[in-house]
């Protein structure tokens, strides 16, 4: 089974701290996927990389930066948190398989910024 | 630009009974997939079922199947026989079709949580 874990379950940060969110996929997948997901608003994509030191934006990159040094990590920077950026955040990855991608998500990091 | 509608935010449904869940999207793309993810209030978010907009026959995993309309642009899911342990979000989804070496993302809606009652 594909496996994809997140660094800490809960987490709780000050105004202007610098945050780290960990993923780690063990199934060698080249696709990996930051989301946040508040209510009323599912799922919106932060950062995906679809290689090693590649990186692309999402649909709401501001105020995140990202880092993929080796394949199977992939991380979430927040270089000064604030209040708004409180959310519950989903780490996932994929690979392509003659069109039959299929993305399997972490248990998610839910992160309270005071 | 894709978007992707859920427009009934909860829903009920009695233990053993059946339930649909609606979903509409829009694109301009002719291949594309489209998915349906279940979240438990566990928070593991994972793959119900997924159909591929090139067939026409409609997808099925065990209890769950799907109602694809091309046409219109809709996409529900059915689940039979309701359990208990199908409480939770249900989220549908939609990818272009891409080929090797290109980027694809998913779009979600926002949405919809599923009670069973006993």
């Known amino acids: 089974d594909v496996k994809v874990t997140q660094s800490s379950r809960y987490l709780v940060k000050r105004t202007g701290e610098k945050v780290f969110l960990e993923c780690v996929q063990d199934?060698?997948?080249?696709?990996m996927f930051w989301y946040r997901q508040d209510p009323g608003l599912g799922l919106r994509l932060i950062y995906f990389?679809?290689?090693?030191?590649?990186?692309e934006k999402g649909d709401i990159p501001e105020g995140y930066s990202v880092s993929r040094e080796k394949k199977e990590r992939f991380s979430l920077i927040l270089e000064s948190a604030s209040t708004n950026q409180t959310s519950m955040y989903l780490c996932?990855?994929?690979?392509?398989?003659?069109?039959?991608?299929?993305?399997?998500f972490g248990p998610g990091t839910r992160l309270l910024v005071l | 630009a894709q978007t992707v509608t859920q427009s009934q935010p909860e829903m009920s449904v009695q233990e053993a009974e059946t339930v649909t869940l609606s979903c509409t999207y829009d694109?301009?793309?002719?291949?594309?997939?489209l998915f349906w993810y279940k979240q438990p209030p566990s928070r593991q978010m994972i793959l119900v079922i997924r159909?591929?907009?090139?067939?026409?026959q409609n997808a099925t995993e065990n209890r769950f199947s799907v109602n694809f309309q091309k046409a219109a642009k809709s996409f529900s899911l059915k689940i039979s026989d309701s359990q208990l342990g199908d409480t939770a979000m249900y989220f549908c989804?939609?990818?272009?079709?891409?080929?090797?070496?290109?980027?694809?993302?998913?779009?979600f809606g926002k949405g919809i949580t599923l009670s069973v009652r006993p």
């Open positions: 199934m060698d997948h080249e696709n």
């Open positions: 159909q591929e907009a090139y067939k026409q």
């Open positions: 996932a990855s994929s690979f392509w398989a003659g069109g039959r991608e299929t993305q399997y």
């Open positions: 694109t301009s793309e002719n291949n594309y997939y």
């Open positions: 989804a939609f990818m272009k079709h891409r080929s090797p070496g290109a980027n694809s993302k998913l779009t």
């Open positions: 990389s679809y290689d090693v030191k590649m990186k």
